[in-house]
């Protein structure tokens, strides 16, 4: 018998009815003919992939968005039969597979589709979607020739088929506008010259979170929701205007499992850095680093103990990290990392201030030694 991660006394609670509300305020905040791409790469942020992307579904999103063709054949694994696009690289010796799959996949490189072409997935036909680098950088065609070129292969091979045409943003969330209106006039360009060739994709998209919140008339007819459907601002500087307002899915979660009181001068923790200056109360938390639960959060951080936030003492280690209390409490007492209690909050971004990063960190970091806990009406 082999003991079950959820043997342990941390946790991740993921409130999935928050996802739905989530895409619910999408829909009703975004134009009606827009469809909604449930965004679930790096196992649903952290959240889950199989457990969001079924939830998502019956919320409404039509697709779902991954990272990685193995991503993709997972959630086919487990029975979900909704489009799948990746919008990352896979191998051309792997387009049959993904082809086979029904599993649609970006595209960008003129070699790429002639190696596929070769190695062919035949029937049914490969889905691809053309990635256009607009500004962001990072995968897409350039260059009008280069796009041209894509075209005809795509359009002269029957084991491709065109389903779709889209770009990424690199500063949808942060004012002024102009970086994000000039990769969107290049944007629009490219689809310009790609109906004058004929071309006229099912599917046009462009919008992360952040356009899909800042920019509803500019999204086409697919947005890709991902870290607004986890109830996150995609940045700070959006938080005070955002069209209407988020419901978080991710909590965590862990439980006293000693508690004792120090004297004064008595020390906690690898080098014996946090010395008690009078009698404390001191409790240990069975998380660590090693659960994503990462070192630098010592300095400033709180989690709440019955409603109360309560620093953390001395250094993290690898399993565990102690806590002062303001009083005695029973082994067993709720300690809230991540989430609500009464009326103290602790929100994903703060822990993300403190390690001086982005809230998308920090659902990913928290590794699948902690197991997640679902909780749906
Ligand atoms: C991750 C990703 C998204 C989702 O972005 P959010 O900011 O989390 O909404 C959308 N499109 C692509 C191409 C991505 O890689």
Redesign the pocket.
Known sequence: MVAQRDSRDSWVKINLDHIADNIQAFQEHLPNSTAIMA?V?ADA?GHGAVRVANKAIRAGASWL?V?LLSEALELRQAGISVPILV?GRVRSDDAGSAARNHISLTVFQLEWLREARRLGPKDPPLQVHLNLDTGMGRLGVREMLDLRAMVQVIQEASCFHLQGVYT?FATADEGPNDYFMKQFNRFQKMLAALKKWGVTPALIHCA???TALNFPAKVFNLV?????MYGLA?SEEMKPNLPFSLQPAFTLHSRLIQVKQLKAGEAVSYGATYVAKGKEWIATVPLGYADGWLRNIATGGEVLVEGERVPIVGRICMDFFMIRLPAQKDIGAKVTLIGRQHDACIEVDEVARLLDTIN?EIPCMISDRVPRKYVET
């Open positions: 965004v790469k942020y968005g990272a919008f990424h992360n979170s952040a890709r929701l991902g870290i607004s995609p998308y």
